[in-house]
DNA sequence: TATCTATGCGTTTACGTTAACGCACTCTTC
DNA sequence: GAAGAGTGCGTTAACGTAAACGCATAGATA
């Protein structure tokens, strides 16, 4: 069904059919009824080939993300699954447009989204870590579509959200950590300053898990941006000489690990983390992390360039939420690059 | 870069342009090269949209799996990972065209596919799971491009092959099996009558994994199509009375659940089985399943499409193997329909 | 010499959609 | 009652590619 056998069928000419569709105006309200009869009757989807080709435009997703390389690299995997979307979806026009903001500078974010604005963006993605100033951001009259990633931004109204469940995440951890570690013994939560919307729900997570148990102690640490973690940690084991589990809720789990290691303590120590960033695979290959939980960061990043791909280009509607899977990466199931492929 | 541009500067018409980007002849060799030069320098990338609205074709692509409602709705999960992929695809003209063969009967996937390639598929997708018939289908002289799902099919040229390490998730499952199951004692892996290549590298990898640790004492069962299970399963437990564990390398683990819940021996055996279909989710909800090992078949079905499509309609290169990563499942992350998700 | 074939190349049409343009007509308004 | 604004609609020109067609010219065959 195309335009043109709409308008034989409906005894219009191409133009008329056009401006029913686009609600252009200067159509009699009869005409429109008996046109839009036809497109109902008949199930008219526009060409997907013709409409771009005409249109011939480019179609540009502006990326908000903290700095790449802050956070050892957690963003720069989102950022990869971006790219790789980006170049699959280069012949059919989609451009990517990057700007990066300093999560811990309040404004930061907000500047940098509405330079990305004035750059004429068709869309955005972007992480709402800085909930206050994302907000502002999306809220602005003139703001494109937009989708989330890496967590959710409540009342406002997204194309699409791709997160994880981080409650059900610490819960899993929580899991991993009795059967890593059934001894029992002290646990111990470590959060970094930010006081993050994922890293709390984590943590919460894993402390239901053991208080669905009704077993082991555990404690919840912060540790400040600049602080000696060496030396926070030693006296935590002083203290607690029965210390059996170390849970990181973020992907600073090998800075933690190494400081364990220096301590003489990884033996007695199960060591859980977030995140496959390289450091904290090569902690895993060295022994030092016993268990990691993915968030499928580049997974994140891919799925979001799509989700604006076909709801712009496509006109296709997005899924609201995109809820990752959970994954476990033990040591059995981490994938090096040198990894068995079956040779065809 | 348009092919009218080249032209204006090589001098010649769009005609003769078009006749050298094809290799359609009729050229003289010096206008050739002045053409190529220029489409060399400046990297010419035909417009997507352009091509497709001229050639304004269906690109369909023919699905060859096994019946989909064999084996407990493994290759249903895979077929709606490829219809999910289809549905994207629909505005992109991509079509599919299923085709089901009865794997336990030698000849049936060739004829199905011989059928398949007659009624005019731009594509083949395939699960080459009876070797001898898939290599006779895929080594005709007009078979088109083809992918390969769920097992590999060596000295072949499919444009890709998208699989899970079988040796490396059995070797997984040991662990998981390990972790869940510290007390030792015997263990079992039960296969079941097929000899499939996935099956017996799982078994080898779980073995392997306690072949590693120098722990338990591993032993292997065949159990034929129509067996009585229950009564395999007691003979088993009467000889073995420290049996605490089984391993089901495929989707029938709840099958062999039940029967270890109607002996009442579940309380002593960890049950570890693959893939996340309905009955599956059902028995580890009850509990009667403890781990599971996923190969992402909706992933590998939606993924493999992909491919195709942009092998087909976007004259990318594919991915020649990709291996799909193994997903750990248990109680706490598995995800259910009523499953938390965030509200914006 | 007339006819045929091969070669090199330009021209043209079509794919389906979009949107600018223009024509004919009907109301207003001074 | 003439100029202006508004309405309904058809026509047409792109967008970039693919491929059929046609037109010269040159050499080969009858």
Redesign the pocket.
């Known amino acids: 069904m195309?335009?043109?056998e709409i308008a034989k069928l409906a005894e219009?000419?191409?133009?008329?059919v056009?401006?029913v569709?686009?609600n252009r105006g200067?159509?009699?309200p009869?005409?429109i009824k008996k046109v839009m009869a036809i497109v109902d009757d008949y199930g008219y989807q526009?060409?997907t080939y013709?409409?771009n080709?005409?249109?011939?435009k480019q179609y540009t997703i502006g990326v908000l993300l903290p700095q790449l390389h802050s956070e050892f690299g957690y963003w720069n995997l989102i950022y990869e699954g971006i790219l790789k979307a980006a170049k699959e979806l280069y012949p059919l026009a989609v451009r990517i447009d990057l700007a990066q903001f300093d999560r811990s500078q309040q404004g930061s974010l907000l500047k940098e989204g509405e330079a990305l604005l004035k750059r004429k963006v068709d869309a955005l993605l972007l992480a709402p870590v800085v909930p206050d100033d994302a907000r502002l951001l999306v809220g602005k009259k003139h703001c494109v579509d937009y989708v989330f990633i890496d967590s959710p931004l409540p009342q406002t109204n997204p194309v699409s959200t791709v997160v994880q469940n981080p409650f059900r995440g610490g819960y899993l951890a929580g899991r991993m950590m009795h059967l890593l570690n059934p001894k029992g013994g002290a646990l111990l939560t470590i959060q970094t300053y930010r006081s993050a919307y994922n890293s709390k729900e984590r943590a919460r997570g894993f402390s239901q898990y053991f208080a669905d148990k009704g077993q082991y102690r555990s404690y919840e640490l912060e540790i400040q941006a600049n602080a000696d973690i060496g030396q926070s940690l030693d006296a935590f084991y002083r203290v607690h000489q029965d210390m059996s589990g170390i849970f990181v809720v973020n992907d600073a789990i090998h800075r933690i690990a190494d400081r364990v290691l220096l301590l003489g303590r990884k033996s007695q120590t199960t060591m859980i983390g977030y995140d496959l960033v390289e450091p904290n695979r090569k902690a895993m290959l060295a022994g030092s992390v016993d268990c990691l939980i993915s968030q499928r960061p580049e997974y994140q990043g891919y799925t979001a360039v799509y989700q604006l791909y076909r709801k712009g280009l496509l006109s296709q509607e997005a899924e609201p939420t995109i809820c990752v899977p959970i994954d476990v990466i033990l040591p059995e199931n981490l994938v090096d690059e040198q990894d068995w492929c079956p040779k065809s």
Chains 1, 2 share one sequence.
């Open positions: 195309t335009i043109s219009v000419s191409i133009g008329t056009d401006r569709l686009h200067r159509v009699a009869e005409t526009p060409n013709a409409r080709l005409k249109l011939s």
